[in-house]
């Protein structure tokens, strides 16, 4: 494509895709085994013995990195990375055939021969991967180990950037610190563009878990009548009437915990609906550029969404470079009239909506939608100044 644009982020650099391989609890031992032996030098394979080193440089890397930072406990054992073989459901083999690890898709197994390990897969993970291993450039693919017996694969892609040419799917996303994300779907091709898809995506609601969980720690801390009654009202009698300081902790405990994993799940959506409307528009031959309105830091510090935000922009960039699309960062406002430029005033809102009016051209727009649009045509503005062949001719079409 040349040279990158200005705004496009993390040009050229891999992505990643990390896949969850779930492990039956008799076999999570024999693996916690596997780490202890390849990680001490006396692996029962030969092949084993060769990520010793690369697992000994992360060790002292990680050590190295807490001494700077002050800290004296001993840190985490990092992951030991292995090399995976494939075996695809018509026989092909795929990967490195010395690989220590297979995953046998026709079987639905991974397999560790050398410590007797099999693991079924789930029939999710078996259609992601055969998905994955159709992709050109191919992925390319390592089996991560924790010392606790816990098993990701990792997969890593470094596709050629896409030519900006129609067809050319745009995705608008709008961050909001209150309601999450607007994503918009607008493709363009030789006849004009259309809005294919407008939703909204919101986390979950964590007001009633985060006043249970306050209460709880609260009640752990100082116990008292008052504190119990009110979790009467939030759990019931039975659960409380024999509750104790050290149970409520505990209750806290897991509430922490349930917000932290919804969180999680809601940016595995986020970022699933997204790479979806991506390879779609791949699969016909469509070029993809992703433009996110960043919510500015300090707005964001503080509010109840800062993390899940940040952590969906951040996997929604390392999903872009994955999947070959442009990641473009730039600040649009739903508040500006998409017709005349000038700033309107919120008319009315709903629980779902925020609807403004432009007072001098009298037309009314719901602000995501608004916002969406003024993303869009900021960056073919922008666009439209390049001076490189068919892009200011593809950015004047577009604004037309």
């Known amino acids: 494509m040349g040279r990158s644009h200005p ?14 391989v779930r492990v039956p609890s ?28 690369e697992w000994e440089n992360a060790l002292r890397e ?3 990195a807490r001494v700077r930072a002050g800290k004296r406990t001993p840190p985490r ?12 459901p018509d026989g092909e083999e795929r990967g490195n055939k010395n690989a220590p690890c297979v995953i046998d898709l026709r079987k639905r197994e991974l397999r560790i021969p050398s410590y007797g390990i099999k693991i ?6 078996i259609r992601a991967l055969i998905e994955e291993n159709g992709l050109e450039p191919r992925s390319e693919f390592v089996l991560q180990l924790t010392s606790r017996g816990k098993l990701r694969l990792v997969a890593k892609r470094t596709p050629p950037l896409p030519q900006l040419s129609t067809p050319l799917r745009v995705i608008a996303i709008d961050e909001n610190s209150a309601h999450g994300f607007a994503l918009a779907v607008i493709d363009f091709d030789d006849r004009g563009c259309r809005l294919a898809l407008f939703e909204k995506l919101r986390p979950p609601n964590h007001g009633r878990r985060r006043q249970l969980a306050a209460l709880l720690q609260g009640f752990a ?25 050290e149970r409520a902790r505990e209750l806290a405990r897991q509430t922490r915990k349930k917000e932290r994993r919804l969180n999680d799940a809601f940016v595995r959506r986020f970022a699933a609906r997204v790479r979806g409307l991506v390879r779609e528009a791949r699969s016909r031959g469509a070029s993809v550029i992703v433009l ?21 922009r951040r996997a929604l960039e390392n999903l872009c470079r994955y999947e070959g699309a442009l990641f473009v960062k730039l600040r649009a406002s739903g508040r500006q009239c998409p017709l005349c430029g000038s700033e309107g005033a919120e008319a009315w809102r709903t629980r779902r909506s925020r609807v403004y009016k432009c007072w001098r051209c009298g037309v009314m727009w719901d602000r995501d939608k608004g916002a969406a649009f003024n993303l869009v045509t900021k960056y073919f503005e922008r666009m439209r100044k390049e001076e490189r062949d068919g892009i200011s001719a593809l950015a004047e079409r577009a604004l037309a």
Do not use: C, N, W
């Open 7 to 20: 705004l496009e982020e993390g040009a050229g650099e891999p992505g990643f895709r990390v896949f969850r």
């Open 221 to 245: 801390d100082a116990p008292s009548e008052e504190k119990r009654a009110q979790l009467y009202q939030l759990l019931g009698q039975e659960l409380v009437k024999a509750l104790t300081p």
């Open 26 to 53: 008799a076999t999570r031992e024999a693996l916690a085994k596997l780490y202890r032996d390849a990680t001490a030098g006396r692996a029962r394979s030969k092949m084993l013995h060769y990520y010793l080193e």
């Open 77 to 88: 054992p990092p992951p030991l990375f292995l090399l995976v073989r494939f075996i695809m």
């Open 292 to 312: 996110v309105d960043p919510i500015d830091s300090e707005t964001l510090r503080g509010t109840e969404l800062q993390g899940t935000l940040l952590r969906a």
């Open 120 to 125: 079924p897969l789930r029939p999710s993970l």
């Open 62 to 64: 990680v050590l190295e």
